[in-house]
């Protein structure tokens, strides 16, 4: 089945940055889009950024636009997140996500275990 892991999370101080890293496994014939959620302790999954297939078109949050920028490798079939001049709104865990349609809702196939960001202030 289709695995993906999240790397690069960690404590970070305020205006710092952070990479993620997403490495997917196994056959995905329907993933045409890539994505990023996170998840704060009682708050509802929120979309991140997201990219489709070739990088043709990528999609970001207000909240991160002009800080974060979301990449892949069509090759590794792998995709990443910059985060630059974070902030401590910005801590969460950040799940990668893959699907056949890029959108901004949770629609996605498969996601990924999470890696944490924490951003102190």
């Known amino acids: 089945q289709v695995q993906l892991v999240e790397s690069g999370g960690g404590l970070v101080q305020a205006g710092g940055s952070l990479r993620l890293s997403c490495a997917v496994s196994?056959?995905?014939?329907?993933?045409?889009?890539m994505a990023w959620f996170r998840q704060a302790p009682g708050k509802e999954r929120e979309f991140v950024a997201a990219?489709?297939?070739?990088?043709?078109?990528?999609n970001y949050a207000d909240s991160v636009k002009g800080r974060f920028t979301i990449s892949r490798d069509t090759a590794k079939n792998n995709a990443y997140l910059q985060m630059n001049s974070l902030k401590p709104e910005d801590t969460a865990v950040y799940y990668c996500?893959?699907?056949?349609?890029?959108?901004?809702?949770?629609?996605?196939?498969?996601w990924g275990q999470g890696t944490q960001v924490t951003v102190s202030s």
């Open positions: 996500a893959v699907g056949a349609v890029l959108t901004t809702t949770t629609g996605y196939d498969y």
């Open positions: 196994g056959r995905t014939v329907s993933s045409d889009a």
């Open positions: 990219i489709g297939r070739y990088s043709f078109r990528r």
